[in-house]
Antibody, heavy 115, light 107 residues
Framework: QVQLQESGPGLVKSSETLSLSCSVSGGSISSHYWSWIRQPPGKGLEWIGYIYFTGSTNYNPSLKSRVTISVDTSKNQFSLKLSSVTAADTAVYYC?????????WGQGTLVTVSS | DIQMTQSPSSLSASVGDRVTITCQASQDISNYLTWYQQKPGKAPKFLIYDASNLETGVPSRFTGSGSGTHFTFTISSLQPEDIATYYCQQYHNLPLTFGGGTKVEIK
């Protein structure tokens, strides 16, 4: 059973870069798409972007100028960087398997942007 | 972007009731629709894909239907463990987009 686990700082200062990693266990990161999705407190879900194990990416245009997703197949993990964060980026960030529908999710990690 | 509109935004029903949630897409998405269940403090859980296919292990009281722009999600007999927020999501076009969610509570 594939499992995903997010890791990274829970507090980021405004204007700095948010960095998270997602470790994949119980299966290979190869031959799948992998996504980041976020959920502001009490609100709905927003897809951030995906990466294929080859490194090919696609980002939500609403965040594209600030997002970078990368993959490290040797570590079986992928990562998210979101630059120039503001309070509006405070959310639970999920990593998930899939580039269309998401059949496996990490537990999520809350990232708070402080001023 | 394709807008996904869910209704109602919340509902209250009794155990054993039939519950129906609708999801409307702003343009034709064929059957590229999935449904998720999210319990408080937890990640969403994948329930239904391609509008009507049940993911392995998901109880058969959950069903989905529809195509084009109009979709429905039904719980045939509401159980206490079904208390959650349900989201639809389209994967016909990028960016991938979700409905606003429907919170299901027990009356």
């Amino acid at each position: 059973q594939v499992q995903l686990q997010e890791s990274g700082p829970g507090l980021v200062k405004s204007s700095e870069t948010l960095s998270l990693s997602c470790s994949v266990s119980g299966g290979s990161i190869s031959s799948h798409y992998w996504s980041w999705i976020r959920q502001p407190p009490g609100k709905g879900l927003e897809w951030i972007g995906y990466i294929y194990f080859t490194g090919s990416t696609n980002y939500n245009p609403s965040l594209k100028s600030r997002v970078t997703i990368s993959v490290d197949t040797s570590k079986n993990q992928f990562s998210l960087k979101l630059s120039s964060v503001t309070a509006a980026d405070t959310a639970v960030y999920y990593c998930a398997r899939g580039g269309g529908r998401f059949d496996r999710w990490g537990q999520g990690t809350l990232v708070t942007v402080s001023s | 972007d394709i807008q996904m509109t869910q209704s109602p935004s919340s509902l209250s029903a009794s155990v054993g009731d039939r519950v129906t949630i609708t999801c409307q897409a702003s343009q034709d998405i064929s059957n590229y629709l999935t449904w998720y269940q999210q319990k408080p403090g937890k990640a969403p859980k994948f329930l239904i894909y391609d509008a009507s296919n049940l993911e392995t292990g998901v109880p058969s009281r959950f069903t989905g239907s529809g195509s084009g722009t109009h979709f429905t999600f039904t719980i045939s007999s509401l159980q206490p463990e079904d208390i959650a927020t349900y989201y639809c999501q389209q994967y016909h076009n990028l960016p991938l987009t979700f409905g606003g969610g429907t919170k299901v509570e027990i009356k």
